[in-house]
């Protein structure tokens, strides 16, 4: 993973599946990591990751094109 970058974290499973659905339409590879404890749900995040050359592109996306 390390020519992956963290570009969106949420505690909530459909705001990453927003943010990586977005940035797919925008053409932008995108992934979704879930660090959420299976057991007990409550811990962890779920994180939008892409690919490092595409960061900086995503991230304006995420801040400017995107709200909740």
């Known amino acids: 993973m390390s020519n992956w970058q963290k570009v969106f974290e949420s505690s909530t499973p459909i705001r990453a ?3 990586k659905g977005v940035l ?3 053409g932008i590879t ?4 879930n ?7 409550i811990h962890g995040n779920i994180e939008v ?3 490092k050359e ?13 709200s909740f």
């Open 17 to 19: 599946e927003i943010v």
């Open 24 to 26: 797919e339409e925008k």
């Open 30 to 33: 995108a992934v979704i990591i």
């Open 35 to 41: 660090k959420k404890d299976p057991v007990y749900k």
């Open 49 to 51: 990751m892409v690919l």
């Open 54 to 66: 595409e960061a900086q592109k995503a991230l304006n996306i995420v801040e400017n094109e995107i």
